[in-house]
């Protein structure tokens, strides 16, 4: 069973730099699935941000693209994000997510519980 | 980018109802199209992917339907744990956008 977990600061100053880094456990970073970071703000519906392969092509929302940058880190089953120059509008509860590509279409099939990200002085 | 409209956006029900839920693009997406059951505080579970695929595990009240640009989702007889907030995501094209969510309440 695939586990993904958050991890990160839960508050962060305007004009800041967010990054969470998001591991994978049972089951291989490094097999042919793309990676993903969704966010929500809080009471709001869903935004996709990007997502990574393990060799490290990505796509990014172009709302964001200027931003955010989604890295993987192999060696210790992980990805991350980092999303710059912050402001009150990127508070949100941040998730990761497998894109599962094997076997058929594309399906955000596993999820992170969640972490809240709070842009605050 | 691809906008994706859900109607309604609120939606009462009661028990053993059969409720359906629209997902419309704002262009073609073949049946690259998902589904998601949101409870508050929990993170968005996969119910329905392919337009119409049962993810492993959800219960067969769920399914789904559509291709292009028009699709539901349809629960058959509802249980009370169904009560929650829906939402569809399109994975046709990048960047990958999702609807604005049905919050499914108790009548």
């Known amino acids: 069973q695939v586990q993904l977990q958050e991890s990160g600061p839960g508050l962060v100053k305007p004009s800041g730099t967010l990054s969470l880094t998001c591991g994978v456990s049972?089951?291989?970073?490094?097999?042919?699935?793309?990676w993903s970071w969704v966010r929500q703000p809080p009471g709001k519906g869903l935004e996709w941000i990007g997502e990574?392969?393990?060799?490290?092509?990505?796509h990014y929302n172009p709302s964001l693209q200027s931003r955010v940058t989604i890295s993987v880190d192999k060696s210790k089953s992980q990805f991350s994000l980092t999303l710059s120059s912050v402001t009150a509008a990127d508070t949100a509860i941040y998730y990761c997510?497998?894109?599962?590509?094997?076997?058929?279409?594309?399906?955000?099939?596993?999820w992170g519980q969640g972490t809240l990200v709070t842009v605050s002085s | 980018d691809i906008q994706l409209t859900q109607s309604p956006s609120f939606l009462s029900a009661s028990v053993g109802d059969r409720v359906t839920i629209t997902c419309r693009a704002s262009?073609?997406?073949?049946?690259?199209l998902a589904w998601f059951q949101q409870e508050p505080g929990k993170a968005p579970k996969l119910l329905i992917y392919?337009?119409?695929t049962l993810q492993s595990g959800v219960p067969s009240r769920f399914s789904g339907s559509g291709s292009g640009t028009e699709f539901t989702l349809t629960i058959s007889s509802l249980q009370p744990e169904d009560f929650a907030t829906y939402y569809c995501?399109?994975?046709?094209?990048?960047?990958?956008?999702f609807g604005q969510g049905t919050k499914l309440e108790i009548k």
């Open positions: 997510a497998r894109v599962n590509i094997l076997s058929g279409p594309p399906r955000f099939d596993y």
């Open positions: 262009q073609g997406i073949s049946s690259y």
């Open positions: 392919d337009a119409s």
């Open positions: 990574i392969y393990h060799r490290g092509s990505t």
């Open positions: 049972g089951g291989s970073i490094s097999s042919s699935n793309w």
């Open positions: 995501q399109q994975l046709n094209n990048y960047p990958r956008t």
